[in-house]
C-alpha cells in the first residue's frame, strides 16, 4: 500500500527512488529529548553495583567522562572502577626507554588519573594488545567474562561503535561479551565521547562545574606521554563548553546553562558538558545494527522475555 506522505509529494519531478530515501527517515527517533544522565544512573548503580568504565587506552577515561566519575567517586562516594583494557608501549614518545618501561610508564599514568578521580584502577592485559586486529584469545574471554560475573557492573562506559581506532571497536565487542557471558541484562550501557568517533545519536548528558573541569584538566595532565603528542587538555575544555552551549537546543528546550545569566533559567554554575548515548535494550524497535553492544541487549532482552513467559512449576505435595 502506498503511504500518504509518498502520494502527497508526487509530481512531474516525482522518481520511483525518492520514497525509499524518505523512508529511511521516518518512524526514527526524535530530535532532542536528552536527559541528564544522573536520573538513569540513580536506579542503576550502588554499593554492590559499580558505575565501570573500560579503557582501551589510558587516557580514554579522563578525557570522555572524568567529571561523571569524579562525581560519583568523590562527590557521592559510590564505587567508580576504570578498567585499562590494553596496557602497552605504543604512542610513547620516549625512545631511550625499553617496551616494558614505557608500559609501566602508561600503566602508572593511568593509576595516577584513577588516585585523582578517586576510581579504582584495574589492568586486564589482554593477550589481544599483541594479535592482528586486538583479536581476543581464549584465556582473555575467560578473563573479562569472569571479571564482569564477579564485579556485576550497575553502569557501563564504552567507546562508540563508530569509532576509528580498531582497539575502541574491539573493547566495545569485548564488553558486549562479558554482558551476555555474565547474563547482565540489568546494567545500564552509556556510549562516552572520544576524539576518534562522535556520538551517533547523543541521548544523555552530564553537566559540570569549573570546580570538576579543573579536576578534568588535572586528570589529562596525569598522562604526561600523551599531552606531549597532543594535548587534550584545551581539545576537551573546548568541547565542553561547546556542547554546553548546543544542549539546550538539542534537548529541545530544556534549561541548561552555558554562560547565560540565572534570569534565563539557567545555572551560573555550568561551565561544560560531557555527553553520553543510553543504548536502548529494545532492539526490536531499531533498525538492524551490527553493534556487538546492540545484538548483546537484544539477546539479553530476548532471553528475559522467554524467562518470564515460562509458568513456574506447580508444587506437588509429596506421596503419604
Same mark, same amino acid.
Given at each position: 500500500?502506498?503511504?500518504?506522505?509518498?502520494?502527497? #509529494?508526487?509530481?512531474?519531478?516525482?522518481?520511483?527512488?525518492?520514497? &525509499?530515501?524518505?523512508?529511511?527517515? &521516518?518512524?526514527?527517533?526524535?530530535? @532532542?529529548?536528552?536527559?541528564? /544522565?544522573?536520573?538513569?544512573?540513580?536506579?542503576? %548503580?550502588?554499593?554492590? &553495583?559499580?558505575?565501570? !568504565?573500560?579503557?582501551?587506552?589510558?587516557?580514554?577515561?579522563?578525557?570522555?567522562?572524568?567529571?561523571? !566519575?569524579?562525581?560519583?567517586?568523590?562527590?557521592?562516594?559510590?564505587?567508580?572502577?576504570?578498567?585499562?583494557?590494553?596496557?602497552?608501549?605504543?604512542?610513547?614518545?620516549?625512545?631511550?626507554?625499553?617496551?616494558?618501561?614505557?608500559?609501566?610508564?602508561?600503566?602508572?599514568?593511568?593509576?595516577?588519573?584513577?588516585?585523582?578521580?578517586?576510581?579504582?584502577?584495574?589492568?586486564?592485559?589482554?593477550?589481544?594488545?599483541?594479535?592482528? @586486529?586486538?583479536?581476543?584469545?581464549?584465556?582473555?574471554?575467560?578473563?573479562?567474562?569472569?571479571?564482569?560475573?564477579?564485579?556485576?557492573?550497575?553502569?557501563?562506559?564504552?567507546?562508540?561503535?563508530?569509532? +576509528?581506532?580498531?582497539?575502541?571497536? !574491539?573493547?566495545?565487542?569485548?564488553?558486549?561479551?562479558?554482558?551476555?557471558?555474565?547474563?547482565?541484562?540489568?546494567?545500564? /550501557?552509556?556510549?562516552?565521547?572520544?576524539?576518534?568517533?562522535?556520538?551517533?545519536?547523543?541521548?544523555?548528558?552530564?553537566?559540570?562545574? @569549573?570546580?570538576?573541569?579543573?579536576?578534568?584538566?588535572?586528570?589529562?595532565?596525569?598522562?604526561?606521554?600523551?599531552? #606531549?603528542?597532543?594535548?587534550?587538555?584545551?581539545?576537551?575544555?573546548? #568541547? @565542553?563548553?561547546?556542547?554546553?552551549? #548546543?544542549?539546550?537546543?538539542?534537548?529541545?528546550?530544556?534549561?541548561?546553562? +552555558?554562560?547565560?545569566?540565572?534570569?534565563?533559567?539557567?545555572?551560573?554554575?555550568?561551565?561544560?558538558?560531557?555527553?553520553?548515548? %543510553?543504548?536502548?535494550?529494545?532492539?526490536?524497535?531499531?533498525?538492524?545494527?551490527?553493534?556487538?553492544?546492540?545484538?548483546?541487549?537484544?539477546?539479553?532482552?530476548?532471553?528475559?522475555?522467554?524467562?518470564?513467559?515460562?509458568?513456574?512449576? %506447580?508444587?506437588?505435595?509429596?506421596?503419604?
Amino acid at each position: 500500500m502506498e503511504n500518504n506522505a509518498g502520494s502527497s #509529494l508526487r509530481g512531474g519531478r516525482w522518481r520511483g527512488e525518492y520514497d &525509499r530515501l524518505l523512508s529511511s527517515v &521516518r518512524g526514527s527517533a526524535a530530535h @532532542g529529548h536528552l536527559v541528564d /544522565v544522573r536520573e538513569p544512573l540513580r536506579k542503576a %548503580i550502588g554499593p554492590n &553495583r559499580p558505575l565501570v !568504565m573500560l579503557c582501551p587506552h589510558a587516557d580514554d577515561g579522563a578525557i570522555t567522562a572524568a567529571c561523571l !566519575m569524579h562525581e560519583y567517586a568523590v562527590r557521592r562516594g559510590l564505587p567508580v572502577v576504570e578498567v585499562l583494557v590494553f596496557a602497552g608501549e605504543r604512542n610513547v614518545a620516549a625512545p631511550w626507554l625499553n617496551d616494558q618501561k614505557k608500559v609501566s610508564v602508561r600503566e602508572s599514568e593511568f593509576r595516577l588519573e584513577c588516585s585523582v578521580l578517586g576510581a579504582e584502577s584495574v589492568c586486564w592485559n589482554l593477550d589481544a594488545y599483541r594479535s592482528p @586486529g586486538y583479536q581476543p584469545s581464549a584465556a582473555d574471554i575467560d578473563k573479562i567474562v569472569g571479571w564482569f560475573l564477579e564485579r556485576r557492573p550497575g553502569a557501563l562506559i564504552l567507546p562508540p561503535a563508530t569509532d +576509528a581506532h580498531v582497539a575502541h571497536r !574491539m573493547t566495545r565487542a569485548l564488553a558486549a561479551i562479558a554482558l551476555l557471558g555474565a547474563e547482565l541484562g540489568d546494567t545500564l /550501557v552509556m556510549t562516552g565521547w572520544t576524539p576518534w568517533g562522535p556520538l551517533p545519536q547523543p541521548n544523555a548528558y552530564f553537566t559540570y562545574d @569549573g570546580e570538576a573541569e579543573r579536576t578534568k584538566e588535572w586528570a589529562i595532565h596525569c598522562h604526561a606521554s600523551q599531552v #606531549l603528542l597532543t594535548d587534550y587538555t584545551k581539545y576537551c575544555t573546548h #568541547l @565542553g563548553r561547546a556542547y554546553a552551549a #548546543l544542549a539546550r537546543e538539542w534537548s529541545e528546550g530544556h534549561t541548561l546553562n +552555558a554562560g547565560r545569566s540565572s534570569r534565563q533559567g539557567g545555572d551560573e554554575r555550568v561551565v561544560g558538558v560531557e555527553l553520553f548515548q %543510553i543504548e536502548s535494550r529494545d532492539c526490536k524497535s531499531e533498525p538492524p545494527s551490527e553493534d556487538p553492544v546492540r545484538i548483546a541487549l537484544g539477546l539479553l532482552s530476548d532471553a528475559a522475555a522467554t524467562s518470564s513467559a515460562t509458568p513456574a512449576p %506447580i508444587p506437588v505435595a509429596p506421596l503419604v
